[in-house]
């Protein structure tokens, strides 16, 4: 399959784009900065592999930045023209990434976020094919965020289920 010719970015506009998708990928976070549990998380049961509050800042912040420099590497490659589907994709994925966090925490509803973070699961792993194929490095940057997503499908479920 032959890519249509890709757009030739300048410096400055491939760095303006790289811009571009860290502060999208970043704006998933305030889903999170103004929302107040009361105890609500702390109160439930977990399961004993639950991690330490402390490590999904820094394993957060890593993913997101992954995620940006892989986007921009499929944008860098053809553009929104050439890559709308995988870049739709990621964009899909990272709506139900963004919202997981309410539906979890504001709404106390760790049922619906599970099935959030199914289709969260199943959109990144389309992602991860789609990056893939356009850039190796752009789909490899995104298997470390779909582990960590599994992981946290499985953690959910446990704190579901421990719960109900």
């Known amino acids: 399959m032959t890519k249509p010719s890709s757009p030739s970015f300048t410096t400055r506009q491939q760095v303006l784009g790289l811009i571009g998708w860290l502060v999208l990928c970043f704006a998933a976070i305030g889903t999170s900065l103004f929302m107040s549990t009361d105890g609500w ?13 402390w490590l999904f800042g820094p ?25 709308r589907w995988a870049l739709g994709v990621f964009c899909l ?4 990434n963004i919202m997981w966090t309410p539906l979890f925490f504001a709404a106390q509803r760790p049922d619906l976020a599970f099935f ?22 752009a789909g490899a940057m995104l298997c470390p965020y ?19």
């Open 146 to 164: 779909l582990a960590w997503v599994s992981f946290a499908a499985v953690l959910n479920l446990s704190i579901w289920r421990m719960n109900s």
């Open 59 to 83: 394993v957060w912040t890593l993913l997101y930045a992954m995620m940006a420099v892989a986007a921009w590497l499929v944008w860098r490659d053809g553009g929104w023209r050439a890559n």
């Open 41 to 53: 998380f702390e109160s439930l049961k977990k399961p004993t592999w639950n991690p330490p509050s």
């Open 116 to 137: 959030d973070i199914v289709l969260l699961w199943g959109t990144l792993a389309v992602t991860v094919v789609l990056f893939w194929r356009t850039n190796w490095l």
């Open 93 to 96: 994925q990272l709506l139900f």
